[in-house]
């Protein structure tokens, strides 16, 4: 598989790093150590590059005492390589990206996505936030089915807002970096720390 293919060469260049990814840790809990780690999600958007839908990513991270410092997502699919080192800013296709200075919500793109865990009680939950930001007055509500390709399009100002429930690490490490660098905000729902 992809991944396991990446991480096995890795390994090779960078022992003293572990690897963290969807494919690494399908019948183990995923757990981020202070240990250099490379997290890798060798397709964020599997079900439309299944359905192929140009909307999926290769997202690559190294994260050092559990935080994201260096990240790339590559959207093929378009062209467009977002990229960003901590503290020298965030970049796509080399240009210089920086959040929406919007702050209106009738001005205000919100994206999401429904998640694969699919029991009446999640569904009905997630419904009731998407029933709340559409009631206050967003201007549009969007699902692209990435959550590395939502979180750019917030990094590079296209979009404001965006919230799911239940991503993993190696969905989100490599855009934290980019959309922080970006000059976003990333925090769990409820409003911690990530």
Not at 7 to 24: D, R
Not at 37 to 50: H, K, L, Q, R
Not at 119 to 132: C, G, M, P, Q, T
Request: net charge negative; charged share 20%; aromatic share 6%.
């Amino acid at each position: 598989t992809i991944s396991l293919t990446t991480v096995a060469a890795w390994q090779q260049n960078f022992p003293e790093c572990s690897f963290l990814g969807e494919e690494t840790c399908q019948d183990e809990v995923a757990e981020m150590t202070n240990k250099p780690t490379w997290v890798v999600d060798p397709i964020d958007g599997t079900a439309n590059f299944v359905h192929k839908v140009p909307y999926s990513a290769v997202c690559i991270a190294l994260c050092i005492d559990r935080q994201p410092v260096v990240g790339v997502v590559n959207v093929a699919s378009l062209g467009e390589m977002f990229t960003a080192v901590q503290g020298k800013g965030a970049f796509l296709n080399g240009k210089r990206i920086q959040v929406s200075e919007t702050s209106r919500a009738e001005e205000s793109m919100a994206l999401t996505e429904m998640g694969s865990q699919r029991s009446e009680s999640i569904i009905s939950h997630r419904l009731d936030v998407i029933n709340a930001y559409l009631s206050s007055n967003i201007q549009a509500m969007r699902c692209f089915g990435a959550c590395a390709i939502n979180m750019c399009l917030i990094a590079s100002g296209k979009a404001e807002i965006y919230f799911e429930e239940g991503p993993h690490a190696w969905d989100v490490a490599a855009c934290t970096v980019i959309l922080r660098e970006a000059g976003g905000i990333v925090t769990n729902t409820d409003g911690s720390a990530l």
